[in-house]
């Protein structure tokens, strides 16, 4: 691009000064001290440690010694359950499903209870160091809608799903008839499309307990017709899998009865044109939000958890490009387990973060990573010593292009990738010790909440704050 065209670019054209961090690949972390990350219409061009001549006349935003590194991506909370994060984790899921979430979710029913909820929601993520976030709603259409609206507002990128769940659950949160779930999710795909430039549907049965057979039948066409991405749970909990085999006899494994029903996404194919312009500027039409240019053939899966997957179960995950968001701080807190992310990592298998509000209390992604590694180890040490640990940069990596693959090309600074940035200030986290820019970065990781100070947000090269 030259000189005369850059400077009539949009305001998404720009470079920031700082100690920048970013992942080149799962094991290797690049920190470049005072350098400068080039951005031109919502694009990273890359890291440089002086200015290329071409990018002289774009404006330059000096953080000093503040520390610049790729958005956060949260591939699994709920927000409705936002409101009692922190409460009830004496229970284990299916007792705590029962007791807090079901009828916490109940009351997204009335209107103005949802709207003073999610509003409080969406402002917290938005000062959060999330830049995209994979969200459940609940069953009901106006508050969905409504979720949508706030995230939307917040200019963050978000996929919001529709809760599906006809069975075995509390009569006030369960859905008719499959019949009336899937009219549900169609009248809420026709009244979200061509509404929104960041936030964007994916279909989300809740899991398999709670979805009958012709309801994820349904699902599974609604997704070849429309390509849409799908999110649900998986293996979480030993009762849960265990209630499953009860309802569907006839499956080889948990993952295998989303597969059946044509919802563990496509073998063999990664790319991700996500729905209603995640990644452009404009709406798009109602006619093109109805199609989403999607095809069956790239409509990805989500699904949180898979903390005791069978070897049949992951080999179907590989072979479906699924991703699995893993929930350490959730999965403790329930008392499910500590899924063996080591493994899925050795096997290639796509793996994100997932804060998984409120199993999880916490929205913070950096917490989430300390939860990743201090599990890891707790596994190693008690279950398999041949599974080494996570290290904070394969944790960080998790939470940046782990989780931003899911989105497309996001998570990095390499030439080509979506501009989202997070810019730290750890001045406040004091040491007598001289720390290298990488030390300086994991002790964030860890400290974030206690002393450290988000001071700038970008998603898709639009300032947040």
Known sequence: MNKQSLKQSSEQSFILKGNICYSKSREELACIEQGFLVCVDGVSQGVFRFIPEEYKELEVIDYGDSIIIPGMNDLHLHAPQYTFRGTGMDLELLDWLETYTFPEERKYENADYAKRAYSFFAEDLKNSATTRAVIFATIHVPGTLFLMDKLEETGLKTLVGKVNMDRNCADFLSEQTAEASLEATRLWLEQSAGRYRHTAPILTPRFVPTCSDDLLKGLGQIQKEFGLPMQSHLSENLSEIEWVKDLCPWSTCYGDVYRHFGLFGTPEKDSLSLPSSLSSSEPLSSSESLSLSLSESNAKSIMAHCVYSSEE???????????????PQSNSNLASGIAPVRDYLNRNLNVGLGTDIAGGASLSMFRCMADAITVSKLRWRLVDQSLKPLTAEEAFYLATIGGGSFFGKVGSFEN?????????????????????????????????EESGKLIGKYVGGKQIF
């Open 416 to 448: 080509g990738y979506e501009f989202d940035a997070l810019v730290l200030d750890d001045s406040r986290m004091r040491t007598a010790e001289k720390l290298s820019l990488k030390e300086r970065l994991e002790r964030y990781i860890y400290l974030a």
């Open 313 to 327: 179960e992951i080999d179907l995950m590989k072979q479906h490009g699924v991703y699995i968001a893993h929930c």
